[in-house]
């Protein structure tokens, strides 16, 4: 167990300092939205675990951009891990309450429609089930075991980022017109459009021939699509 967690054990300090961070967030989070007119507390519990873990995520990609322009300041890459684990326990509890509290665990009537642009709850499962492989190999250990493999499952992320956006853009709209929603938005717009410079940038320098340019314009036609069918369609 020790050798599993062997980063967070070292580095202990931070990781508890993250944790009381991360927690008082959430906390926050679901503090807010309780606040707002007509929400029951089981809404409040829900939107604020959900508005969470997107928003840390959102932050974990926006931080490697940051890096990229700064490099001096990449030391900091276990923020950007600790913010995606972080933010997907987030997601977990956030499923729990819509799954076990919210529906009394009946599925059926969660995913009766299987058209996520008409039943948004099929994005969030997309979501989740692609972020679960990159939660789990989260470690240093995963790292070290894995080796090349471990890029490959990490670029994952990109995926189960483009499911949650359409999961949060298409759930509840009026959900988002708050000041919650609004930093969430505006974080995960900052963050498309730095991956998408970046991507530019590399993908141009490296004359368009890699399996990380092959995965962005995969990623790319996917948000298009996305829009197109949700708003167009």
Do not use: C
């Amino acid at each position: 167990m020790a050798k599993l967690f062997e980063g967070a054990l070292r580095n202990w300090k931070f990781t508890f300092a993250f944790t009381v961070f991360a927690a008082l967030f959430v906390l926050l989070q679901i503090w807010y939205q309780s606040t707002l007119p007509n929400t029951i507390e089981l809404f409040a519990i829900i939107r604020g675990l959900g508005f969470s873990g997107a928003t840390m995520i959102a932050a974990s990609l926006f931080s490697s951009i940051v890096f990229r322009f700064y490099p001096k300041y990449a030391k900091f890459w276990t923020v950007r891990r600790a913010l995606g684990v972080a933010g997907f326990i987030a997601i977990v509890l956030h499923i729990y309450y819509v799954v076990f509290v919210g529906s009394g665990g009946d599925l059926v009537l969660l995913f009766s429609i299987l058209n996520p642009f008409q039943n948004p709850l099929v994005f969030g499962l997309l979501g989740f089930l692609i972020f679960l492989p990159v939660a789990l190999t989260s470690t240093d250990w995963a790292m070290q075991k894995l080796a090349g493999k471990w890029k490959a499952i990490h670029r994952l992320v990109y995926f189960g980022f483009w499911a949650s956006i359409f999961h949060f853009l298409l759930l509840n709209p009026p959900a988002l017109m708050n000041l919650a929603g609004f930093f969430l938005i505006a974080l995960t717009a900052a963050t498309l459009l730095g991956e998408l410079y970046w991507f530019i940038r590399v993908a141009g320098m490296k004359k368009y021939r890699s399996i990380g340019t092959l995965i962005g314009l995969i990623v790319i036609l996917l948000y298009l699509a996305g829009f197109y069918f949700a708003y167009f369609a």
